[in-house]
């Protein structure tokens, strides 16, 4: 069984377990009320979410990597 919302956002993100929780995350801030950022055609939150992902309005958040610094090295004496 096809699902083309499903297919449609899986050609912008390829991993399928990252988009899944993309658009989980995404149809619970629209279920509280934030406002779409595409055309609402269909009455499940989730669907709407895939088509935001879909038509590259929501993309996924990378968390930042921390910022080490290089240990102090003493200088050569001598």
Known sequence: MSFP???R???KISNRYL???LAAKRSRQLNRGA???V???RKKW???ALD???EGKIQPKRPEEP???APAVPADEG
């Open 67 to 69: 910022k080490t610094e």
């Open 9 to 11: 956002a899986l050609e």
């Open 39 to 41: 055309e609402v055609k």
């Open 19 to 21: 988009l899944v929780v």
């Open 52 to 54: 935001e992902v879909s």
């Open 46 to 48: 989730t669907t709407v």
């Open 5 to 7: 919302p499903l297919e």
């Open 35 to 37: 406002p779409a950022q």
